[in-house]
């Protein structure tokens, strides 16, 4: 059983070795209403800094958009279209508890996160709308699952069509302390170590980072209706398994492979395991066993000793003299009676 669990932690750690890489970090960020007093520091790159120990105003990790706007946008360049699959959000909190009494916490409620292939929010998929948080409820930081692939991720809020769902701000903010994308920087690849390759068939917008194919409906953005043929051409189509393995080829071959990688290890750290503890007892059983033929080899040899004497007696004149007295006074005494 120990075994199992050991097997069990290495490949929990394996697994850990190979986790998505962070690739919005320090990319080109940039944001809609930027802070005016530039001395202060809250432009758009803070949010992608790789910092998020203080989440205060004072702690220059933090981008900060300007007083009394309705909209905010903020959006990081990715440099390329890549594979996504989750969008971690730290928001700020001046270092004080999280929420209803946060300040912060009214500003954060009503967010969008978009992912996109160009700079306009429209044309991109809805990975997430905030609509049933409260001041209670909203978590900070966030993780939200958005396996797609683009360029630009979009933050977006707005305050533009009261009245406000209870607890909501009276303007929009950034206020992000960190914004992180996680994802595979090699395009053309998925899985959790992104090493196994897409084929010519898989195209862009068709397979997912995980396994590969899938079929998926864009969510419409902040319930806005799109025509028909706007849906048709973001309509994700499954594609079928032998484009995406396929044995003759060395690339289908090394698929396979790194997809049952984590349980190959497993196996062979098992197989090793079993293979010391078998040699252990193989050894301690020949040492058991040579103990066992000295100890009979030397009650071998006592017994041949002493039969080596009973088989002797009538050889020794000692014990012939005895038997001959012996029967000599059993000769007289019969004689006698």
Known sequence: MDIIWNALFFQRLLCLAIAYENIALNKQAWERYPWKNEMLDWGAQRAVDGRKSNLAASGGECTISDNGKSI????????????????????????????????????????SVIVSNT????????????????????????????????????????????????????????????????????????????????????????????????????????????????????????????????????????????????????????????NIIFTIRECRNKVRFKDQKKSKAKNQQRMTADTDIHENIYENTEYQELTEVKTTENYIYDKIR
Do not use: M
Not at 80 to 105: E, M, S, V
């Open 72 to 111: 905010a946008e903020w959006r990081v360049d990715l440099g390329n279209i890549l594979n996504i699959n989750r969008i971690f959000i730290q928001h700020r909190t001046d270092n004080f508890p999280w929420g209803a009494k946060n300040k912060h916490a009214p500003r954060f409620l009503g967010f």
């Open 119 to 274: 700079t306009k929010k429209n044309d991109g998929v809805l990975c997430f709308k905030d609509r049933n948080f409260t001041l209670e409820t909203i978590p900070n930081p966030i993780n939200i699952t958005c396996p797609n692939f683009a360029r630009y991720v979009i933050f977006y809020n707005n305050r533009t069509n009261r009245p406000f769902p209870a607890g909501y701000s009276d303007y929009a903010y950034n206020e992000l302390c960190e914004v992180e994308v996680f994802g595979c920087s090699k395009f053309g690849h998925y899985g959790e170590n992104c090493s196994i390759p897409w084929y010519e068939n898989c195209q862009p917008c068709l397979c997912d980072i995980e396994s590969g194919p899938r079929l998926r409906n864009v969510e419409e953005y902040d319930g806005q209706q799109s025509n028909k043929s706007q849906k048709a051409n973001l309509t994700w189509n499954k594609i079928p398994n032998t484009h995406l393995i396929r044995l003759g080829d060395p690339d289908g071959l090394s698929s396979v492979f790194y997809s049952f990688a984590p349980l190959f290890a497993t196996l062979f750290v098992i197989s090793i395991v079993f």
